[in-house]
T-cell receptor, first 112, second 113 residues
Framework: DSGVTQTPKHLITATGQRVTLRCSPR?????VYWYQQSLDQGLQFLIQYYNGEERAKGNILERFSAQQFPDLHSELNLSSLELGDSALYFCASSRTVNTEAFFGQGTRLTVV | GESVGLHLPTLSVQEGDNSIINCAYS??????FIWYKQESGKGPQFIID?????DKRQGQRVTVLLNKTVKHLSLQIAATQPGDSAVYFC????????????FGTGTQLKVEL
């Protein structure tokens, strides 16, 4: 158990809908990252937050947004969902930046 | 551009043998590297990391070697066990880039009994 908690574990939703994925980092970790893992793209970095502020951005679609709250948990919002958004979404956390990141078990999103 | 690539998509080894998983990176500004293990249905699990001011780091049964001259990283697993079967990813972090870890495509390690 990495100490990073993601909910829900599984999510099935229809195209056009909006979902929110939640992540609780390890105790004491200030930084949270979101990754998308699909079969044809591997692990793709989406976005990173550090102590509530956006720190780095990857190839995150405009339909996707995220935030980190004062209690350091983070949410990833996915809207206007498309079939191609079906993937595993992982959250990771680290103590600071440029240190080892520990991953949660992921949320498997299926868009039908 | 930024890319992290793995030489072999699948590696099969006999139980008890040593495994070597290789990774090439192209960004000379990368200064921090991590190896992750991912078992089916689970999140990537941290194995070992190394910074660019080192060329070797050892953990329990694992060793990471970094050759900055040729931009090459390897993970050595000693006495490979069935529980080591998984996909292994190398990831690089560019200096000053926050922690935007860029992952390679992964190598499937299969341990044969």
């Amino acid at each position: 158990d990495s100490g990073v908690t993601q909910t829900p574990k599984h999510l099935i939703t229809a195209t056009g809908q909006r979902v929110t994925l939640r992540c609780s980092p390890r105790s004491g970790d200030l930084s949270v990252y979101w990754y998308q893992q699909s079969l044809d793209q591997g692990l793709q970095f989406l976005i990173q937050y550090y102590n509530g502020e956006e720190r780095a951005k990857g190839n995150i679609l405009e339909r996707f947004s995220a935030q980190q709250f004062p209690d350091l948990h983070s949410e990833l919002n996915l809207s206007s969902l498309e079939l191609g958004d079906s993937a595993l979404y992982f959250c990771a956390s680290s103590r600071t930046v440029n240190t080892e990141a520990f991953f949660g078990q992921g949320t498997r999103l299926t868009v039908v | 551009g930024e890319s992290v690539g793995l030489h072999l998509p699948t590696l099969s080894v006999q139980e008890g043998d040593n495994s070597i998983i290789n990774c090439a990176y192209s960004n000379s500004a990368s200064d921090y590297f991590i190896w992750y293990k991912q078992e089916s249905g689970k999140g990537p699990q941290f194995i070992i990391d190394i910074r660019s001011n080192m060329d070797k780091r050892q953990g329990q049964r694992v060793t990471v070697l970094l050759n900055k001259t040729v931009k090459h990283l390897s993970l050595q697993i000693a006495a490979t066990q069935p529980g080591d079967s998984a996909v292994y990813f190398c990831a690089e972090n560019r200096k000053g880039g926050g922690n935007k870890l860029t992952f390679g495509t992964g190598t499937q390690l299969k341990v044969e009994l």
